[in-house]
């Protein structure tokens, strides 16, 4: 039996509109995206934001307890890809952080005329595993 991926489309604003997005999602100059995001029940969610939240919950919890703690802190702290996580953005369709292929094809093509995006799958072939000094 073939495993079944879930995926997740990334998008990519420019730095002035990362930032209107971050506060404010419903905000007129992103009513194109919103409507498209709307149809999919979506919403975005900053990478910087989601690895800044993460490592907030790491150092009140303990840090022993999340295996990426130290490279998503190196991440954060880093001017130049601070930059870069604050223009992706992922989208989470019906509440759902990963969802089937057929909602993420149809999600990247109705969003294809208004941002740059990419669609990203689990397999784990296709995705950067931790460090193995990050690993427990």
């Known amino acids: 039996m073939t495993k079944k991926w879930k995926y997740q489309i990334r998008i990519y604003l420019d730095s002035e509109l990362a930032e209107v997005a971050r506060v404010d999602q419903k905000n007129d100059r992103l009513k194109p995206l919103s409507d498209v995001l709307d149809k999919y029940h979506a919403v975005l969610k900053c990478q910087f934001d989601a690895f800044a939240e993460y490592v907030a919950a790491a150092e009140k919890s303990g840090v022993d307890r999340y295996p990426l703690y130290e490279w998503t802190k190196a ?22 952080e990963v969802y089937s292929k057929e909602i993420a094809d149809a999600l990247e093509s109705d969003l294809q005329p208004l941002v740059d995006s990419a669609k990203h799958d689990t397999n784990p072939a296709n995705n950067p595993q931790p460090h193995a000094r990050t690993r427990k």
């Open 75 to 96: 991440t954060i702290d880093d001017p130049d890809k601070k930059a870069k996580y604050t223009e992706a953005f992922s989208l989470y369709a019906g509440g759902a």
